[in-house]
């Protein structure tokens, strides 16, 4: 038994990895769980779910879990995915949890080109509503406009220092560029062969809009930690 679980945050690719995670649930003969509401926050309905699903755990099968909209980010989530994971290595089974990160310049592009009726002052106003986005995502998923205590004050931040703390739940972390290397990362954790990722493309956007150099000055500006955050785990 093992759970392969995927925090996605958006614009990273996850679309993608999502797709293969279900292909893989099949070839594994897992039970496939999606944490998914487009909803513009977490309910509590939503967080009811959340605790009940890990309390009725068949620790005989694998499941793969796919964690995006509408769900409690780590703040909520971390102390549930700890003590599972706890509970799983107690009993010798893989807990692997990973997410996919990507430069702020190219996934608030992405974002743009998504958005595609954005006019380019509104994609200004834009950028800045999205500030450090990634971190935010990490920690309160879709409630994040709710909490703006993550500033660019990277040395004075007790939120980012939270984050930095609880993102040791994670098995691994890659970059968007890497995503082609899941599977081999996946099969030498787990020791077993597993299906091969498909050739499509990882990106579906269409880019009819490109920023242009006073937009990136803007998104480097209110993305620092962001910036300083995908740093720490480039290395």
Known sequence: MAIIYFYHIPKTGGTYVNQYLKNLSIYLKAKYISFYDNSPNVSYLNKKKYINTFMHLDLNKHYIFHHHHGFPGLK????????????????????????????????????????????????????????????????????????????????????????????????????INEIYKLKNIIENILNIKLLNMPNNKINKTNYIKNINYNQIQIIKKYNLVDINFINIYKK
């Open 76 to 175: 909520f989530s971390y102390i549930y995915l700890k003590t599972l994971r706890d509970k799983l290595e107690q009993n010798n089974i893989k807990f692997i949890m990973f997410t996919i990160l990507r430069d702020p310049i190219s996934r608030i592009n992405s974002s743009i080109n998504y958005n595609k009726k954005l006019s380019n002052y509104e994609i200004d106003k834009y950028i800045i509503s999205k500030n450090n986005y990634i971190c935010k995502y990490l920690l309160y998923n879709k409630e994040y406009n709710l909490y703006p205590n993550i500033i660019n004050n990277i040395s004075n931040n007790n939120e980012y220092n939270i984050l930095l703390k609880m993102i040791s739940i994670f098995s691994f972390i890659i970059d």
